[in-house]
């Protein structure tokens, strides 16, 4: 008989729902280190429910969660949605309904299929940021940012189609172009909000080597803030009284600045330009508005730009060069001017070599020859031509240049930022409304505490057009100026919603606050998050805002830690069966409700957690999920038919007295050892998230179990049976919650699998004789691997597949046979 999940499944998830099975008390937590916070990033309530990028995301986290609280630990597990946002609006739109029915709908059913999967979550501490009971306290965080100065308002560009006389935001622009009309996309300024994460980016920086982070990941944000030490230095402009300063990290090459270029949209370029090239300045400018950041920056794009008429003096030679503009320099980085030295930088030559500006070479390589008329030489070297720093290294020469200019007051070192102040100002409907008042006497007026939420409206015409959605509402835009009471003006833009899911984490043991947006007592012993867990793609942007935020509430006195994530995880992607991402556009999507439906949620998750390397991924596969079926039912029957012995109950067992060691056969011995090293490792890598090895090693106690089934009882057989089924029960329940759950309980036991702690292992029963044996792939050594010497052909036949080498030389083809040499090799021929 096969295992009945469908009874099963529904049966335990309703249980755990009604004796609040994972119940959380917050006032049991005593300290920090008293509690275990496992979170997963929260999902977007936009599309269509949860899919299988969702269910390989969260189950295998949910089991690692189980474990860790059989392991002993207070697991704090919460879930929520992060609920505002443009997809939600599009999806809307396109549906034509309001994005609040939407979410409210997608959110009960997306609620409904995390119960099918098993999830451990208490949704007691469930939030969502669209609702007024959260985003009250999203515009509590804007005010203590705008109090303490590190809100404010400049003019910025974005995107704009002149077509459709509407903002758009990055992802709606396709190679230039409006998503809907494809015309060209320019950009516009409008005034907008911004937080001042720019002040934070030294402690960004300085803080990541700290953190338990993958390492490309902190590399991506070390990148992202991009710390750059260099030098500022000020040049003089033939016949004016304005100075100008350039931002460059190799003053080392000073002498050899043959030009100076000024990014298009500099505020001085007016001022500069020389009557007779007004024309043609005003026009590059134009263009320049015209093409992404990215695409200026690109090196492909071929160099562009115009001669202004007027002449900077290089400080150090007092020579006359020409002042350009030109789209390769950016506003927003450094001082927005370049000193250029075509010799040394390679944007720089080829912008001299298009328009046959001087290429002078000062400094020398050290050692390799190379040639100029190729490309600049960028490295260091060896100053020439270079007044009295001529023979200094490169290193030398910039420390003591630098330290000179400062002398004579003209520049000296400084450090420039990659980082931007984040831009938090959308001109959308579906989010978090900005609580600012514009007053005709008072000016910007922040809204008082006790007068928040600042509500979104739910009557507004959320199509886009050419402003924010709210400006037509005039319920919503008219109000009083809380200060003076005159008639005055709202805010009419929303909040990016990464601010929603900037600080959620910490709200989530505060969830049910209606008074604070989160108390300092809970928060301090609550948090940080123990384990983080979340795709890759947000290393730069919500890794490093909620890092930001959460140091600036450290620093305003609410919470007394300065990290929220210590520890992150990646989870890899599923792939469709084709080996491309999962879409339904290319017919390569499974979805999870089908598999549930036929296989159960436990068969799903199982496969989910053994099919793949949780932080790798891979592509998905059929066959996998047959075999994980064939094993749910293969331990099934282990259970069906030692029922009656199992529901005996031994106070202890007689075979681990020493006393009864040399009774034990080597079947016994043979099995005893597969049960405590299956313990043993399954701990070690399920503590690793590596839990496709860990459930290798049930299958290899499976095969084991089966053996000893078979073959003449010994002395001990019933006590070892007992043993190592009933511990095999609590070894499965994170892995197969439903099934584990159902098996305790047949057993006879009233209490639920989860109040059973992890078994331990017996390292005494784990000295059985071991073996290296060869794994092969059509004839070609692969690895060598241990096995006990006593294992069988199928045991090591798993643990060959399982194996790091073999697993990905062996990925995608299929195994035809193997050859088996006992004691010696195992040979697999694959296609
Ligand atoms: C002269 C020079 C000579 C430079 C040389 C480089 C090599 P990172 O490392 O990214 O900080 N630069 C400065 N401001 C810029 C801007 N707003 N837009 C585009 N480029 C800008 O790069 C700093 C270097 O990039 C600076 O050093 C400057 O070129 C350029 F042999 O100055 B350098
Ligand atoms: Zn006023």
């Known amino acids: 008989m096969s295992y009945d999940f469908k009874h099963s499944e529904k049966k335990w998830q309703n249980k755990w729902a009604e004796s609040q099975l994972s119940h959380f008390d917050v006032n049991k937590v005593n300290s920090s280190e008293d509690k275990y916070y496992i979170l997963t990033m929260f999902p977007y309530p936009s599309g269509d429910q949860l899919h299988m990028g969702h269910w390989y995301q969260y189950a295998p986290v949910d089991s690692w969660a189980r474990f860790q609280q059989m392991k002993g630990k207070k697991v704090f597990q919460p879930m929520g949605f992060d609920a505002f946002g443009l997809p939600a609006e599009n999806y809307a739109i396109k549906q034509g309904g309001h994005p609040d029915t939407y979410t409210d709908r997608n959110v009960t059913k997306m609620i409904q299929q995390y119960k099918e999967m098993g999830v451990s979550y208490d949704w007691n501490f469930q939030i969502n940021t669209s609702k007024p009971e959260y985003y009250k306290w999203t515009q509590w965080l804007f005010l203590q940012l705008y109090k303490s100065g590190l809100a404010y308002q400049r003019h910025a560009p974005v995107n704009w189609c002149p077509q459709c006389q509407t903002v758009l935001a990055n992802e709606q622009v396709h190679g230039g172009g409006c998503e809907r009309c494809d015309t060209t996309v320019i950009q516009k300024d409008l005034k907008q909000w911004f937080f001042s994460i720019t002040k934070y980016a030294d402690k960004l920086l300085s803080n990541i080597d700290s953190l338990d982070w993958p390492h490309k990941t902190k590399m991506m944000q070390k990148n992202w803030i991009g710390k750059s030490e260099g030098a500022n230095i000020e040049f003089a402009i033939d016949g004016q009284q304005d100075k100008i300063t350039v931002f460059t990290t190799r003053p080392d090459t000073i002498y050899g600045v043959t030009y100076v270029v000024f990014a298009p949209e500099h505020h001085l370029v007016p001022q500069i330009t020389r ?433 000893y089934l078979a073959a003449p009882r010994s002395e001990h057989a019933n006590e070892i049976i007992h043993h190592v089924l009933s511990n095999f029960i609590i070894l499965l329940a994170p892995f197969a919650p439903h099934f584990a759950e159902e098996w305790w309980e047949k057993i006879g036991n009233n209490k639920s699998v989860f109040t059973q702690s992890w078994p331990n292992y017996n390292e005494s029963l784990m000295v059985l004789d071991e073996i290296s044996m060869a794994v092969m792939i059509n004839g070609k050594l692969r690895d060598q691997i241990t096995v006990a010497a006593e294992a069988d052909e199928n045991t090591i036949l798993s643990i060959a597949k399982t194996n790091k080498k073999v697993e990905s030389a062996i990925t995608g083809k299929t195994i035809v046979k193997h050859i088996f040499v006992p004691k010696k090799l195992i040979n697999l021929i694959i296609k």
């Not at 008219?478 to 990464?498: I, L, N, Q, S």
């Open 275 to 707: 009557p007779e090239y007004k024309g043609a300045v005003e026009q590059y400018i134009k263009k320049t508005l015209e093409i992404t950041e990215l695409d200026r920056i690109s090196d492909q794009k071929e160099k562009s730009g115009v001669f202004t008429g007027s002449y900077a003096i290089n400080p150090m030679t007092n020579e006359k060069i020409p002042i350009w503009i030109s789209d390769y320099v950016l506003c927003t980085y450094g001082t927005g001017i370049v000193m250029a030295v075509p010799a040394h930088d390679q944007r720089d030559y080829e912008f001299a070599k298009k328009f046959n500006l001087n290429i002078k070479h000062v400094i020398h390589p050290q050692e390799q020859q190379h040639d100029f008329n190729d490309c600049a030489y960028t490295e260091a070297g060896v100053a020439i031509n270079s007044g009295p720093y001529s023979g200094m290294n490169s290193e030398e020469m910039i420390k003591k240049l630098s330290d000179d200019l400062k002398a004579k007051g003209i520049g000296g070192p400084t450090v420039n930022f990659r980082l931007r102040d984040w831009l938090i100002s959308r001109q959308r409907y579906w989010g978090t409304p900005i609580p600012i008042i514009y007053c005709p006497k008072c000016g910007t007026v922040p809204i008082p505490e006790k007068d928040l939420p600042v509500k979104l409206p739910f009557d507004v015409d959320f199509r886009p057009s050419g402003e924010s959605p709210l400006k037509r509402c005039n319920e919503f835009l008219h109000t009083k100026c809380p200060t003076c009471g005159a008639a005055a003006k709202r805010e009419v833009d929303t909040m990016d919603t990464f601010v929603c899911s900037s600080w959620y984490f910490l709200r989530f043991p505060n969830a049910n606050n209606s008074s604070e947006a989160f108390s300092s007592k809970i928060t301090n012993k609550m948090l940080p998050v123990d384990k983080y867990i979340g795709g890759p793609e947000h290393a730069c942007m919500h890794l490093l805002y909620a890092r930001f935020i959460n140091m600036v509430l450290k620093d305003l006195g609410y919470i007394d830690f300065e990290e929220p994530f210590p520890s992150l995880v990646h989870q890899g992607l599923v792939l469709g069966n084709d080996g491309q991402k999962m879409s339904k556009s290319k017919g390569n999507a499974v979805s999870p409700d089908t598999y549930v439906d036929q296989y159960g949620s436990d068969t799903l998750r199982l496969y989910l957690m053994f099919g793949f390397n949780y932080i790798d991924g891979g592509p998905w596969d059929d066959g996998g999920v047959k075999a994980i079926c064939r094993f749910v039912n293969k331990t099934d029957n282990f259970f069906e038919e030692n029922t009656e012995l199992l529901k005996q109950k031994f106070e202890s067992y007689s075979y681990l007295l020493p006393e009864n060691r040399n009774k034990l056969d080597s079947k016994d011995k043979s099995l005893l050892y597969v049960f405590n090293n299956s313990i043993k490792r399954a701990e070690f890598d399920t503590e690793r998230f590596q839990f496709n090895t860990a459930i290798a090693r049930y299958m290899e106690l499976a095969n084991e179990l089966s053996n």
